[in-house]
């Protein structure tokens, strides 16, 4: 972690982001008056259904009547006899 004035991460805003980019910090804090007030870090892109849950794609096929009523399961939870 670097801290900084306003001024100088304004100066050097362009730089900030490379040291992000690199690695070589993981956060920059700005601070006004000795007093951070702003903390800069990279963005992360949170991860979509598809990229969660994409792992098993290609491993299993949905039957087409997977959705409809089922008669045996039916009777296992006593919806009819």
Do not use: H, W
Request: aromatic share 8%; net charge negative; with cysteine.
């Amino acid at each position: 972690m670097c801290q900084m004035n306003v001024l100088e991460a304004k100066t050097n805003f362009s730089k900030i982001i490379g040291m992000l980019e690199r690695k070589e910090e993981k956060e920059v804090i700005v601070a006004r008056a000795g007093k951070p007030v702003v903390k800069i870090t990279l963005y992360e892109k949170k991860k979509t259904f598809d990229e969660i849950f994409g792992i098993a794609k290609g491993k299993f096929v949905v039957p087409d009547d997977f959705d409809e009523p089922d008669e045996e399961i039916a009777r296992m939870f006593g919806m009819i006899d």
